[in-house]
Structure formats: structure tokens, C-alpha cells
């Protein structure tokens, strides 16, 4: 295999859709064959936790909205010590923007736009 740089980012992007590809397939039967509502919450929640992880290999930076999604990840980044960069772009007093402030400011995340 190649060793240049652009090689091993391309490489690692596949193993990383690979791994994602895993992960959502073993979402799925777990969900397929979870006998509680507790079990299949439980199996979600530590596929997500174990996704969100799994991709935190250097210091991570987050694009951030104060929306669900960069929320949660960012809030289980944090849980886990890896103190993540979380980074908003947008017009200064927009809506989403405020919003990402105030959510960066309740968590206390290292948060810029």
C-alpha cells in the first residue's frame, strides 16, 4: 500500500466507514432480537457511546450547532475525558448560534466560532 499521506488518510476514512457499517449492522440485530425495551435502550446507548468513541483517536473537534446530535457527542466526548474542540459557524447573533452557546456553556465545552 501506499504510504503518502493522502493515502493514509483515504485508508483509515474506508476503515472508519467499515467500523460505522458494523456498527449500524449490529444495531440493528440486537435491536432484531432484544426481548425488552430496556435491553434495546441499553444496546443503543453503548452502540452510540462505542461509535462516538471509536472515532476519537486524537484531540476531538466537534462542528458544533447546540442541536441533539453534536450535543450528545459531544457530551459523551466530554464524559470520557476527551474534552472535545466544538466549533460553530454562522452569523453572530443567529438563533443557532446563540443556542450553541448557551448548550457549550451548560456543558462547559471548550467552544468557539
Same mark, same amino acid.
Request: charged share 25%; hydrophobic share 35%.
Given at each position: 500500500? *501506499?504510504?503518502?499521506?493522502? *493515502?493514509?488518510?483515504?485508508?483509515?476514512?474506508?476503515?472508519?466507514?467499515?467500523?460505522?457499517?458494523?456498527?449500524?449492522?449490529?444495531?440493528?440485530?440486537?435491536?432484531?432480537?432484544?426481548?425488552?425495551?430496556?435491553?434495546?435502550?441499553?444496546? #443503543?446507548?453503548?452502540?452510540?457511546?462505542?461509535?462516538?468513541?471509536?472515532?476519537?483517536?486524537?484531540?476531538?473537534?466537534?462542528? &458544533?450547532?447546540?442541536?441533539?446530535?453534536?450535543?450528545?457527542?459531544?457530551?459523551? #466526548?466530554?464524559?470520557?475525558?476527551?474534552?472535545?474542540? *466544538?466549533? /460553530?459557524?454562522? &452569523?453572530?447573533? /443567529?438563533?443557532?448560534?446563540?443556542?450553541?452557546?448557551?448548550?457549550?456553556?451548560? #456543558?462547559? #465545552?471548550?467552544?468557539?466560532?
Amino acid at each position: 500500500m *501506499c504510504s503518502a499521506p493522502c *493515502c493514509k488518510k483515504l485508508s483509515s476514512a474506508l476503515e472508519s466507514e467499515s467500523r460505522w457499517k458494523q456498527y449500524v449492522e449490529d444495531i440493528i440485530q440486537k435491536v432484531n432480537t432484544s426481548r425488552t425495551y430496556e435491553d434495546t435502550r441499553s444496546d #443503543l446507548r453503548d452502540a452510540i457511546i462505542n461509535s462516538v468513541l471509536s472515532f476519537s483517536r486524537h484531540k476531538p473537534v466537534v462542528a &458544533f450547532s447546540g442541536g441533539i446530535d453534536s450535543t450528545l457527542i459531544s457530551f459523551i #466526548l466530554k464524559k470520557y475525558n476527551l474534552n472535545p474542540v *466544538c466549533i /460553530a459557524v454562522g &452569523f453572530v447573533e /443567529a438563533e443557532d448560534i446563540k443556542w450553541a452557546r448557551r448548550v457549550a456553556e451548560t #456543558l462547559d #465545552l471548550d467552544y468557539h466560532e
